[in-house]
């Protein structure tokens, strides 16, 4: 059974910095991708960052290039997003997913976690 969990979320001023984590199952972390998205409220689901274990191929949305960097340990089944230059329209919740494919695109990942709330205050 794949299990998500994120941690790491919580409140900063502009400019700031976090790190989310997401702890996967040994199966889940060496089966799928995984990747990071975010929803405001009242917005949709955004794809933000998506890493594949195996040559750490990743890719990134625009909005969020230079500032986030996506990474994993591998002997912890874990997965990082390191949040640098945090911004006012970083506030959302963000989700760790295991897909099927390196993507930014939710139709392309099956399984969620539970999300961590990150706000950005200016």
């Known amino acids: 059974q794949v299990h998500l969990v994120e941690s790491g979320g919580g409140s900063v001023q502009a400019g700031g910095s976090l790190r989310l984590s997401c702890a996967a199952s040994?199966?889940?972390?060496?089966?799928?991708?995984m990747g990071w998205f975010r929803q405001a409220p009242g917005k949709g689901r955004e794809g933000v960052a998506s890493?594949?274990?195996?040559?750490?191929?990743?890719t990134y949305a625009d909005s969020v290039k230079g500032r986030f960097s996506i990474s994993h340990d591998t002997a912890k089944n874990t997965v990082y997003l390191q949040m640098n230059s945090l911004k006012p329209e970083d506030t959302a919740m963000y989700y760790c997913?295991?897909?099927?494919?390196?993507?930014?695109?939710?139709?392309?990942?099956?399984?969620w976690g539970q999300g961590t709330q990150v706000t950005v205050s200016s």
């Open positions: 890493i594949w274990r195996i040559g750490g191929s990743t």
């Open positions: 040994a199966v889940t972390y060496s089966t799928y991708y």
């Open positions: 997913a295991a897909g099927r494919r390196l993507s930014l695109f939710e139709k392309d990942y099956s399984y």
